[in-house]
């Protein structure tokens, strides 16, 4: 009798770790196969840099919390979700006049020519200094 209850107890639990090894088994050779696909893999797409020089940087409106909060209504930064304080300094973007913190702002810029809002294209928007005008 206890014999009987030994095997009817440990006969599915024997069954069942089979299963979970052959389970692992083929999980790990789908897994093995997946990364010599992409080994060999050729990329999508190149990735370039094609956002904004620092010139052009500096030539974006710059203003404070406390002005940013009057033109735009809007105290959060959509880069980095924190709230832009009054002392801090923001940009403004051109033409759809989304607000940054400075800092989100040129790095996002630096590397992409849109606005990280609203994917406008920033390039042709960039105020252009007149080349018989000085800058000071």
């Known amino acids: ?14 069954g069942m ?7 692992l088994f083929f999980l790990w050779c789908s897994t093995r196969r997946r ?16 956002g904004l020089s620092v010139s052009e940087l500096e030539k974006l409106p710059k203003l404070t919390g ?3 909060a ?6 959060e930064c959509p880069v980095c979700l924190e709230n832009i304080e009054s ?11 989304h607000g940054f913190h400075q800092l989100c702002a040129d790095t996002w810029l630096s590397n ?6 609203c994917r406008g294209d920033l390039a042709p928007k960039v105020p252009q200094l007149r080349n018989n005008h000085s800058p000071c």
């Open 66 to 68: 406390k002005e940013l």
């Open 1 to 14: 009798m206890l014999a009987t209850l030994f095997m009817a107890l440990l006969l599915p639990c024997v």
């Open 87 to 97: 002392c801090q300094s923001a940009r403004l973007v051109p033409g759809c006049n």
């Open 35 to 50: 990364i010599e696909r992409l080994r060999f893999a050729e990329p999508v797409k190149l990735v370039t840099s094609n």
């Open 17 to 23: 770790c089979i299963v979970f090894l052959i389970y």
């Open 70 to 75: 009057l033109a735009v209504r809007s105290t």
């Open 112 to 117: 992409h020519a849109v606005c990280p809002v």
